[in-house]
């Protein structure tokens, strides 16, 4: 709201008079009144006599009376009144005190102030209230055994341990932290994982390109020695490259199958860890892969930067949900699932998969109809609209998209947009240049997108994936900030059925998600502690889960 700026000092009050009445008395009528011409001055009821008699007295005073009351009439200027409050008062906002441009300033903030007073009451909404945390927070305390070990593995100077990484930045993330893990079950080195070149996207990142890597080496300094590169003691040997590594092994396999190969020929290469590391360690370990994921692994400070600027530019007007949304080409193809754009669009995805069936992920047996029921397909933009307003959000959320370009283009996104007007990518948050030295790097892009939606106040994915687990498990490890977890197997049979009200659509879509919006959840066997961190990795002073 445009207010004219005053400055502050002691002021004084006045009666104007019109100095034509002042000169008047002064030269005539006041010598006539108060002054004799004999030298003895009369007395008080003489002079009061006088000066009722007189008729210029009535015509002053009836002016200063009518002059008065012009200035109250026009004004309402009640403080010239001399007994008033504070008669010295001005009211600095009266509209014949602005000029015309200070008019219209006033008006637009008159205006701004009431859309900020309705957002205020859109960010009181319980939409935006997050889960109980049950008083959970991180604690890695590792055993005392752990903890002598440390002494030993760090001081190694004869086995090293190289891993060749593949995938999207997100699944680079969960075969690092496991490559971490793997070195200390052999106690060896870790040389600075090789990024494998993307052949999806052309994505020649390198790690310290994404990863702050002087950090990553000091935080894990007492857990496992990173090295940058090879000692030149063994820079001339040829690793050991192991392709048979089964999925979830433990670390028994691990240590039965590869510590004596690593003693013997100083170096062991892997390849492809994803999935290889059972899910179910020891806690020491568990603990470890909490380390890697939630403290190590911090993004580059120049990613850091402009991610950390993509945020605030988001909560400058309050609180905002990030939605991770699945509807690139490649996904659909994957997933055996249709976007349900058009005929034409569907069409093409069929005869997609059917030129390379290779692109299904699994149960190829199964129909779309069948999978969309199963909720093994990602939400379209009208499902995640008619999720997000049955889950109470309200139509000024504002709204941060992540993920790539959705098949069909803005008119996949249009049920969002129309519902959900304040809605933003990395794209439209940048200045100009910004994104300029991310570009083409899908890596790097992909992690200011994990930046914006870690910060964001209610996270949701339309579909399951490497980055929607990450995030899961960061945000419970950050407090349990609001994550909702969309349950498709049970509501999607609610979305087909056009019969329910709105009002009992969302009643019982609301029902549905009571359990899923990130409250504390204990980690079941088979699951991956970086998507769940209770117990092993956070406790909340009821129950010691260190190990002693």
Known sequence: MAVSKTIKKQQQCYIAVPSQIINSISSSGLQSLLLSPKKKTPSFSVKLKLLLNNPRFWVLFLFVFGFVGMLKLWFNFETLV?????PCGIFQEKTSFLNDHEVSQ?????????NEEKEEGDEKSEFWKQPDGLGYKPCLDFSSEYRKTSLDIVKGRTRY?????????????????DAVVIARILGAALVVPILQVNVIWGDESEFSDIFDLDHFKEVLANDVRIVSSLPSTHVMTRPVEEKRTPLHASPEWIRSHYARKLRRDGVLL?????SRLSKDLPSDLQKLRCKVAFHALRFSPSILGLGNKLTERMRSKGPYVALHLRMEKDVWVRTGCLPGLSHEIDEMINNERKRRPELLT???NMTYHDRKLAGLCPLNALEVTRLLKALGAPKSARIYWAGGIPLGGKEALQPLTSE????????DLALPGELEPFAKKAS??????????????VFMPSHGGNMGHALQGQRAYAGHKKTITPNKRQMLQHFLNSSLSETEFNRIILDLHRDSLGQPELRKAGRDVTKYPVPECMCNGTINHSST
């Open 82 to 86: 001399p007994f008033a409050p504070n």
């Open 106 to 114: 006033l008006s637009i903030g008159a205006l701004n102030l009431g």
């Open 444 to 457: 790097l892009m992909a992690a200011l997108d994990y930046i914006v939606t870690e910060n964001s106040n």
């Open 420 to 427: 959900f007007p304040h809605f933003f990518n990395k794209e």
């Open 362 to 364: 699994s149960r190829s």
């Open 270 to 274: 892997l390849r492809s860890l994803d």
């Open 161 to 177: 341990l190289m891993v060749v990484v593949s995938g999207g930045m997100n699944q680079q993330r969960n075969q690092i932290v």
